[in-house]
């Protein structure tokens, strides 16, 4: 009985883990973006979504325009969790 309790606890800490690291991006600082390019994603109206790196991320133009989606962009800054490209 209590190896069967042992196992489904380690089963559900595997779980909780696997899904808390879903979430979580392996990625550098955001800092470290800047100069970097990606392909937007979903239209920046003006925001949307880029991929940078393999990695989706919310992004905004710089300086408020719309960039259509498959358009190269340049990473120039951050702003909290956003991107700012150009």
Do not use: C
Not at 30 to 49: D, W
Request: glycine share 6%; no cysteine; charged share 15%.
């Amino acid at each position: 009985m209590f190896v069967k309790v042992a196992i489904t606890l380690l089963l559900f800490l595997i779980g909780l883990i696997a899904l808390r690291s879903r979430h979580h991006k392996r990625h550098p600082a955001r800092q470290q973006l800047i100069n970097s390019y990606g392909l937007v994603e979903q239209s920046l109206t003006p925001q949307g979504a880029v991929i940078i790196n393999g990695e989706l991320w919310v992004a905004r133009s710089v300086d408020g325009s719309h960039i259509p989606a498959n358009t190269k962009v340049n990473v120039v800054g951050t702003d909290d969790h956003v991107i700012l490209v150009s």
